[in-house]
Nanobody
């Protein structure tokens, strides 16, 4: 059974940085696509960065591509979301999701909510002065 758990949320001032970690179990990152999403109050869940299995081709949403980066540790089976220059409108619950998707190897993966089956509980990120 594939499971993912997020960690690292919290409060940060505008302009600050924060790192979130997604820990996956049940299958390795050579077989799992991982996506980072967020949902602000009253808004739809938004795909931010999604990374394909094995070769790590990556999709970045326009809203974060100059400020957020993603990195994988295949030994630890973790995927980190490094967020910099945070703004108040980045305040949201951040989710990690996984999809067993060997057919996405070699392509930029989709990054829609319906493309991923396994979801974490989310971690709250609050950006305020």
């Amino acid at each position: 059974q594939v499971q993912v758990v997020e960690s690292g949320g919290g409060w940060v001032q505008p302009g600050g940085s924060l790192r979130l970690t997604c820990s996956a179990s049940g299958l390795g990152l050579d077989f799992l696509a991982i996506g980072w999403f967020r949902q602000a109050p009253g808004k739809e869940r938004e795909g931010l960065i999604c990374i394909s299995p094995t070769d790590g081709k990556t999709y970045y949403a326009d809203s974060v591509k100059d400020r957020f980066t993603i990195s994988r540790d295949k030994i630890k089976n973790t995927v980190d979301l490094q967020m910099t220059n945070l703004r108040p409108d980045d305040t949201a619950v951040y989710y990690c999701a996984a999809e067993r998707a060997p057919y996405w190897i070699g392509i930029i993966p989709p990054c829609g909510r319906d493309d991923y089956e396994h979801w974490g509980q989310g971690t709250l990120v609050t950006v305020s002065a």
